[in-house]
Nanobody
Framework: QVQLQESGPGLVNPSQTLSLTCAVS??????????WTWIRQPPGKGLEWIGY???????YYSPSLKSRTSISRDTSKNQFTLQLNSVIPEDTAAYYC??????????WGQGTQVTVSS
């Protein structure tokens, strides 16, 4: 069974960098056909797709966030990371890591709340 777990600071100052890690167990992040994805949900709003790193290391980001976003991976630790630079209060959200394949988003982390505030 695939399990994902987010970790990182819950509070980030404006203009600083948000950094989160997703630890994956039960499946290699290099397994063919999978897209390791970050999604967020601001309070009272819908889900917002941030971007992914796929099984080959290819990345793709939401156009609205691309200039501030970097997703990377550590295959030796079987984990992938999100960095969001120059954060503003509107970046406050619950952040989720999830695995996408052609059948959809089957596995999710539990989510982690990140608040951008001074």
């Amino acid at each position: 069974q695939v399990q994902l777990q987010e970790s990182g600071p819950g509070l980030v100052n404006p203009s600083q960098t948000l950094s989160l890690t997703c630890a994956v167990s039960g499946e290699s992040i290099t397994s063919h056909g999978y897209y390791w994805t970050w999604i967020r949900q601001p309070p009272g709003k819908g889900l917002e797709w941030i971007g992914y790193i796929d099984y080959s290391g290819t990345t793709y980001y939401s156009p609205s966030l691309k200039s501030r976003t970097s997703i990377s991976r550590d295959t030796s630790k079987n984990q992938f990371t999100l960095q969001l630079n120059s954060v503003i209060p509107e970046d406050t959200a619950a952040y989720y890591c999830t695995r996408y394949r052609d059948l959809g988003y089957e596995y999710w982390g539990q989510g982690t709340q990140v608040t951008v505030s001074s």
